[in-house]
């Protein structure tokens, strides 16, 4: 499943604010549609590495016409993506589906009472601090073990709040907190976390460790570095698929399924 992204800030360190305004954030989220996505995830607050927190008034400002408009229009699966749950709830009341929380439900312990209130979807995202300052702890004794231990946890904790396993999805955060090499590795040890049982989100679209191998700095351009992370998240086992370029990453996900499941002569 394809996740295009819909980040209403003016902020985000790729759209550079495009979808600030809710009639082209809304006529953007159609066109990712019409391309192939499955679930359109927006946000308004930034989560880019440095990025400071704004209000939650201010976070369901951006956010409340562009899920009110964009239900006039498409029944799609919505994602709400924030730390807040008041912010959640207004989405969830205003039509969206899914929790996509970058904390991992940790943050606000209302979030996980919220998303059992609505039988809302929820994705468990890892990562250390906070945008701001999440690159500044990187320092792992071995990322794969943290991280299962962290799942384990985490799920725990919204199944203990009567959430069933089967709305849980797991996200291992490429790009909060981890160096380069981490990514990459996480990317290569991806299917060591199908042992929870739980679909797995991977979010690499235009991230920085993409410039660390490539040595691209704009990332608009790092469409093709963004397609080989897909290509073989999808082999590790990835399941939904957080994207920026929906019709080109349609394409990738389409072709490299078709390699894995073609039948053997």
């Not at 993506?81 to 606000?108: H, P, R």
């Not at 725990?156 to 996200?171: K, P, Q, R, V, Y």
């Not at 897909?230 to 990453?249: F, Y």
Request: hydrophobic share 40%; proline share 4%.
């Amino acid at each position: 499943m394809l996740m295009g992204i819909l980040n209403v800030t003016p902020d985000s360190f790729s759209e550079n604010g495009k979808n600030y305004n809710p009639e082209i954030a809304v006529e953007n989220a159609l066109k990712m549609i019409d391309g192939g996505a499955d679930i359109i995830d927006i946000g308004g607050e930034s989560s880019r590495p440095g990025a400071e927190s704004v209000s939650s008034s201010e976070e369901i400002r951006r956010i409340q016409p562009v899920i009110n408009k964009l239900r006039n229009y498409s029944n799609i699966p919505i994602s709400v993506d924030t730390t807040k749950s008041s912010v959640a709830e207004i989405a969830l009341d205003n039509g969206a589906d899914i929790i996509n929380d970058i904390t991992g439900f940790y943050s606000d312990d209302q979030m996980k009472h919220i998303a059992s209130k609505y039988n809302a979807g929820c994705i468990v995202m890892h990562m250390r601090g906070t945008p701001k300052t999440m690159q500044s702890n990187t320092a792992y004794n071995n990322i794969v073990d943290e991280l299962t231990n962290y799942f384990q946890s985490a799920i725990a904790n919204l199944t203990d709040s009567g959430i069933s396993e089967d709305f849980i999805c797991i996200d291992p955060g490429i790009g909060f907190g981890k160096s380069v090499q981490q990514n990459l590795l996480l990317i290569k040890q991806l299917s060591q976390f199908q042992a929870f049982g739980r679909p797995m989100l991977i979010g690499p679209s235009r991230k920085s460790f993409i410039a660390g191998v490539l040595n691209i700095d704009d990332p608009g351009k790092r469409i093709w570095g963004t397609a080989a992370a897909i290509s073989t998240s999808i082999c590790m086992g990835a399941k939904i698929l957080r994207v920026h370029d929906v019709p080109e990453m349609k394409d990738v996900c389409m072709l490299t399924n078709s390699i894995l499941n073609v039948d053997e002569q």
